[in-house]
């Protein structure tokens, strides 16, 4: 089971589960305690549940969705149904990893794309996923420290000049571990396609891997508040969440927030209970409220493997 949100760290091609974990919880404590300051409580009305449940979740998520989680979703979902969560958050597909690894068992996945889910399918993946549920979008945006000596630059200028400045700190996600940081790339190539300009993506990013500007997803919010970095890239939700004033790009790009219950799942009961809670009128308004589009629930994968539990969604769905 796992106990406590715990951080993943990319060293060259190899995971590192357990390195630095004391800076890392310390990092996630500041980030827990700065959003209870400023979110003193679950978004929308309360289900109140005829019978409670005892137990936990092992949920791997996005780490996009610290803040909902921990915030929001996690107190909604426990008071609606008795059951509380376990989160290690993390990038999707380096959270993928983590599950093919079996070194931690997970009982729900919850990506920011469906290419994190893909790779978890198949014979050659291992099985651990069958099936998943597309559950809701949000944009990518560029999300800044308004106490930062560049801030007012974004008021007068366009955001990929801000960006090119010297002595501008900029954080983003590694696009080989996380969906976000594919995007962030993929998005200033567009920028740097419309303006004819090519060297662009070198002068805004540098390098694909630039240890200047990656970062742990999980982290990147608190970083920003730490004074650490100037802006960064950021889901819309995490934004919402955080209070970060936001710039857009011009550039529609989008984060894809899947689910899915994990082959093994040591509790299928409690993670049948989570998907349900996701797609309820309370779920979907915690979602929506925070930053995420939800989407009707539909399969995308084996419906034979589907669990006969959670087939009412749709039922409620198609009303």
């Not at 996630?28 to 305690?33: E, I, W």
């Not at 093919?100 to 990506?111: C, M, N, P, R």
Request: hydrophobic share 40%.
């Amino acid at each position: 089971m796992v106990q406590r949100e715990m951080v993943l760290r990319r060293d060259g091609r190899s995971l590192v589960r357990f390195g630095r974990i004391a800076g890392v919880l310390v990092v996630m404590m500041v980030s827990t305690l700065w959003y209870a300051s400023q979110r003193p409580g679950p978004v929308g009305a309360q289900v109140v549940p005829s019978a409670r449940a005892k137990g936990s979740v092992n949920l791997f998520y996005a780490g996009s969705l610290v803040g909902l989680v921990t915030q929001d979703l996690g107190p909604a979902f426990h008071k609606a149904t008795g059951y509380t969560i376990n989160g290690l958050p993390g990038g999707s597909g380096e959270l993928a990893n983590e599950i093919k690894t079996g070194a931690q068992k997970a009982d729900v996945f919850l990506s920011a794309a469906p290419s994190a889910d893909l790779a978890l399918e198949g014979t050659k993946n291992g099985n651990w996923l069958h099936w998943y549920l597309p559950l809701g979008e949000t944009p990518l945006l560029i999300g800044y420290n308004p106490h930062s000596r560049y801030a007012h630059l974004f008021r007068s200028e366009p955001w990929w000049k801000v960006l090119e400045t010297k002595g501008f700190l900029l954080g983003r996600t590694d696009p080989a571990l996380d969906p976000k940081g594919a995007l962030t790339v993929q998005l200033v190539r567009k920028e740097a396609g419309r303006l004819h300009d090519p060297a662009l993506v070198q002068n805004v990013l540098g390098s694909s891997e630039n240890p200047a500007q990656v970062f742990p997803e999980e982290t990147l919010v608190s970083r920003l508040q730490a004074g650490q970095l100037d802006a960064g890239f950021f889901f819309g939700i995490e934004a919402r969440v955080a209070k970060l004033p936001t710039v857009s790009t011009g550039i529609t790009l989008y984060g894809s927030y899947t689910v899915s219950i994990v082959r093994g799942a040591p509790d299928t009961g409690a993670a049948e209970a989570l998907v349900r809670f996701l797609y309820s009128p309370e779920g979907q308004r915690i979602l929506k409220a925070n930053g995420v589009q939800p989407v009707k629930p539909h399969i995308v994968g084996s419906k034979k493997a589907y669990p006969k539990a959670l087939r009412s969604l749709f039922a409620r769905s198609k009303r």
